[in-house]
């Protein structure tokens, strides 16, 4: 495919200014492989430490069988005066590497008859992560205990992945369409996923009264306002650029649009980009301070700090 050229990025829409609140983060780091970041627990603690981040987004466990403590999360947030530290949770996919996963239940990238009624297919751009339907009531009672204890050893919050899951459901044979209506609920996917999103914020509520909720992407949410309400922030991921090429400004303007409501709402967004050019790069910073935006800068397995505020 021809590398769209830099310049002809042109953006139709721009958004008021997120307000600069004191409690609102300038910068951010995202780590989901703390294990490559440092050759040992210690050395990530003391790394992310000093790193002179405002909020820190990390996976909920250090490793698969070592997890973080509260004592952990403390040094972490001694190093920056009202930093936090937020547990990442995957909501709308199932990792066969997490402790609930059953080896039976997936053969050839497909479940078995072993698998539960809320396991859907592998998705074809992550090994390992599979579908689920996230409105199933076994699914939320193995997602809910794990932000009981992400809220229990001491995160700040949480930090929700794959909240855009409704959209592989909105895909059917006719077409892709907005709120399709989910016949197992009778209402629509996106409305499921709000319902879902406010479950989980009600549970690390219960748990900390000042718990941060941040979901990335989905941002077609905020048309809710019951959503918009229980969020404290939204993250977004390649937003201006995707790899190489800048993302169709169709594509920036139409996020650009639902984060006005977050804009009025005064809730910050963060934003994720990949870019794989110095050119991408600067321009990811230079739009997202434009519009407002918390940006990072960072690679795609989310092993390192990359560049994050002003």
Not at 78 to 83: D, L, P, T, V
Not at 199 to 218: C, E, M, S, Y
Not at 229 to 249: H, M, R
Request: with cysteine; glycine share 6%.
């Amino acid at each position: 495919m021809k590398v769209l050229p830099f310049r002809a990025a042109v953006l139709t829409f721009m958004l008021p200014h997120f307000a600069c609140a004191e409690s609102n983060p300038v910068s951010f780091a995202y780590i989901l492989q703390a294990d490559s970041f440092a050759k040992t627990k210690p050395a990530v603690i003391a790394k992310l430490k000093e790193s002179g981040r405002d909020w820190i987004v990390l996976d909920a466990t250090f490793a698969s069988d070592t997890p973080w403590e509260q004592t952990d999360l403390d040094t972490i947030r001694s190093g920056k005066a009202g930093r936090k530290v937020v547990a990442y949770l995957s909501i709308g996919e199932a990792e066969d590497y997490r402790s609930y996963w059953h080896s039976d239940w997936v053969s050839n990238g497909k479940p078995t008859a072993a698998a539960p009624a809320w396991l859907g297919i592998e998705n074809p751009e992550w090994k390992g992560n599979y579908q689920v339907r996230y409105w199933n009531a076994e699914w939320q009672k193995l997602v809910l205990p794990a932000i009981d204890d992400a809220m229990a050893r001491g995160f700040d919050g949480v930090y929700l992945d794959i909240v855009d899951g409704f959209q592989t459901y909105e895909q059917g044979a006719d077409g892709y369409q907005d709120d399709r209506i989910n016949p197992d609920t009778k209402q629509t996917y996106r409305r499921d996923m709000v319902d879902w999103v406010k479950a989980i914020a009600a549970r690390a509520l219960a748990k900390n009264p000042t718990a941060l909720v941040i979901p990335q992407n989905g941002s077609q949410l905020v048309a809710d306002k019951d959503f918009v309400d229980v969020i404290s922030a939204q993250a977004i991921e390649d937003l201006f650029t995707n790899g190489k090429k800048l993302q169709p400004a169709s594509h920036t303007n139409e996020i650009l649009g639902h984060l006005k409501t977050l804009a009025l709402a005064k809730k910050p967004v963060l934003l994720i980009e990949y870019p794989k050019t110095h050119q991408g790069e600067a321009l990811s910073k230079k739009l997202a301070e434009e519009n407002g935006l918390v940006w990072l800068v960072t690679d795609r397995p989310l092993k390192t700090l990359g560049e994050s505020g002003k």
